[in-house]
């Protein structure tokens, strides 16, 4: 079947450490994004990237790397330097396609992976 | 600045009633799409509805309906016929010209029997 998959689904890590959550999408998406979540909270973007070997920053990257060097992968690495990263989060994909007559793009709904919830101790 | 608002506390709602919950944006981009998603406890994100903004016609899918009112910039989700699979948090999310989701709050809706 085709969809996301985000790996670990529970994942504890140490003050100080580095940890990469996985994020795999077989639906020939070229738009990828990571979320996260805060308990009660909405999902905010963290990176996102709509095309291979490329990548924005969105409203919360401090702490935070990803990279994107196949269609399929667009892991993400929580830093040391992230203060607080206690929380849930999501990787998303999506179609990008262009207007007619037009070099705009959109993309269209998201698909989201299961998400991924990292506790630091 | 939040782009997107869902202000209403948590909702209780009647098996079989509809439900209406709210979601007013911000934008000054005249290309956009407003989406709907629901979040289960299970945590997974379900697409729900989409309203681009040039579109004449309020969205349908089922039990869901867009109530889009771009003069208001309001895009209020309508769940008929509510069954209890429908306790869950609902989420508002709007695209903009730069291809970014941006997501409100949500809204807490609880189904009783």
């Known amino acids: 079947d085709g969809g996301i998959t985000q790996s670990p689904k529970y994942l504890f890590r140490k003050e100080g450490q580095n940890v990469t959550l996985s994020c795999e999408q077989n639906?020939?998406?070229?738009?990828m994004y990571w979320y996260r979540q805060d308990p009660g909270q909405g999902l905010r973007l963290i990176y996102y990237?709509?095309?291979?070997?490329?990548?924005q920053k969105g409203d919360i990257a401090e702490g935070y790397s990803v990279s994107r060097e196949k269609k399929e992968s667009f892991p993400l690495t929580v830093t040391s330097a992230q203060k607080n990263p206690t929380a849930f989060y999501l990787c998303a994909s999506s179609i990008v396609s262009k207007l007619p007559g037009s070099a705009s793009t959109y993309t269209g709904e998201l698909f989201f992976g299961e998400g991924s919830r990292l506790t630091v101790l | 600045a939040q782009k997107i608002t869902q202000t209403q506390p948590g909702m209780f709602v009647q098996e079989k009633e509809a439900v209406t919950l709210d979601c007013t944006y911000d934008?000054?981009?005249?290309?956009?799409?407003l989406f709907w998603y629901k979040q289960p406890s299970s945590g997974e994100m379900i697409f729900l509805i989409y309203?681009?903004?040039?579109?004449?016609q309020n969205a349908t899918e089922g039990r869901y309906s867009l109530n889009f009112q771009k003069a208001r910039k309001s895009a209020n989700l309508v769940i008929s016929a509510s069954q209890l699979g429908d306790s869950a948090m609902y989420f508002c999310a709007m695209r903009e010209g730069n291809n970014r989701l941006a997501f409100g709050k949500g809204n807490q809706v609880v189904v009783i029997p």
């Open positions: 639906l020939n998406h070229d738009a």
């Open positions: 990237s709509q095309i291979v070997n490329d990548f």
């Open positions: 309203q681009g903004s040039y579109d004449q």
């Open positions: 934008t000054s981009d005249p290309s956009y799409g």
